[in-house]
């Protein structure tokens, strides 16, 4: 499949909201052409809406690189820089993309968002410096930070490319549960040795260096914050699987921190209440009495044909005869060896009944 028919799928699918798999024909197309800016402002756009702004901003200097009047490159780097909270690199981003697209009004819109932004920081750190003192920078070591600073953020105006040095090459997901957040970073074959992931009250920070490549770094504040002891990383042949242990039951919106979301707690109860029941599941109980009472009645008002009627009929006597029938029922029974069958003791209880066998046949006395 040819470049320009990948690049037109991978349009198609991030029209039809997939953008995962609009990312996937991306690459695809960035593998045979390696040079096209457009590719990675595209690509860009849709690491934006799967909430993955490093990447998004990766892709947008990398277009700028390839086409540096490029403005669509310098709009996607603006919007992921906002979301990151990098509000001075996103301004010198937005203003660099609106030279090359004066009537592009949401350059103008987004550039006055950052202006806010970075007033509102200012305002809030004077207000931290006059009660604390001077607030420290905390870094990771290798020039990506981890907090933000009005120190930090002022450095970033002469460092308009200061994100360029962060390279990711994997994509990310996230789900959550009640108690804990799934992030899950599609890296295959890495090995465990290569894969240091810290994690602080409200920052994960993951490094991924394997020799002979750019490190991958992803070092976001979290949503919410989160227990490090209790939190795990399982490194597996596809992909590394980290699992943060919620401080408290709440609704994460997205991954990474917004100030303008406010969190919203888990209702376990309810959780428990949608659980499936099954009828299976439930107690019976049997009225054994009602039962009995059932089975007696279908007991006598079955109908019989036959030897089964006369049998049926023979017990039903015997079980409603008094003490003297019953005795004459079994003598005569069995003196006559089956063939007589008195219900009057006064008549067979003095003598020995004879047998009587039906017309036609012959009484014989079985020899052992």
Request: negative net charge; glycine residues 4%.
């Amino acid at each position: 499949m040819e470049g320009r028919e990948i690049e037109k799928k991978a349009k198609e699918a991030f029209f039809d909201d997939d953008f995962e798999v609009a990312i996937d024909l991306y690459s695809e197309a960035i593998e045979l052409e390696p040079n096209n800016a457009d590719l990675f402002a595209d690509r860009s756009q849709a690491h934006i809406k799967l909430n993955c702004f490093t990447e998004a901003v990766s892709d947008a200097n990398k277009a700028i690189h390839f086409n540096p009047s490029l403005s669509k490159a310098y709009l996607r780097k603006g919007i992921a820089c906002i979301k990151l909270e990098e509000y001075h690199t996103a301004k010198l981003a937005l203003q660099t993309g609106a030279s090359f697209a004066p009537n592009d009004s949401r350059f103008t819109k987004l550039i006055h968002d950052c202006h806010r932004y970075i007033q509102e920081e200012s305002n809030d750190l004077t207000s931290t410096i006059s009660s604390n003192g001077p607030v420290a920078t905390v870094s990771s070591g290798d020039g990506s930070h981890l907090c933000d600073t009005t120190a930090e953020r002022d450095s970033l105006v002469t460092q308009t490319n200061v994100v360029t040095s962060v390279r990711p090459k994997f994509r990310h997901e996230y789900y959550q549960k009640p108690e804990e957040v799934v992030v899950t970073i599609f890296a295959k074959g890495i090995p465990a040795k290569n894969v240091v992931i810290e994690f602080g009250e409200q920052i994960l920070s993951v490094t991924i260096d394997v020799p002979g490549q750019d490190a991958y770094h992803y070092q976001p504040r979290l949503f919410g914050k989160i227990v490090p002891n209790k939190c795990t990383v399982e490194v597996l042949s596809t992909k590394v699987e980290i699992r943060l242990a919620k401080a408290e039951a709440i609704n994460w919106t997205s991954l990474e921190y917004n100030k303008d979301v406010l969190p919203q707690k888990i209702n376990t109860l309810t959780v428990q209440s949608e659980r499936p029941t099954y009828p299976s599941s439930k107690p019976r109980t049997r009225d054994w009495d009602k039962l009995e009472a059932q089975v007696k009645k279908e007991e006598k008002e079955e109908k019989l044909d036959g030897d089964a009627a006369l049998n049926k009929l023979f017990r039903d006597i015997y079980q409603s005869a008094d003490e003297d029938m019953r005795r004459a029922m079994s003598k005569s029974f069995l003196e006559s060896n089956g063939t007589v069958l008195s219900t009057d003791w006064k008549e067979v209880g003095t003598k020995k009944v004879e047998g009587s066998p039906p017309e036609g046949m012959e009484l014989k006395k079985w020899e052992y």
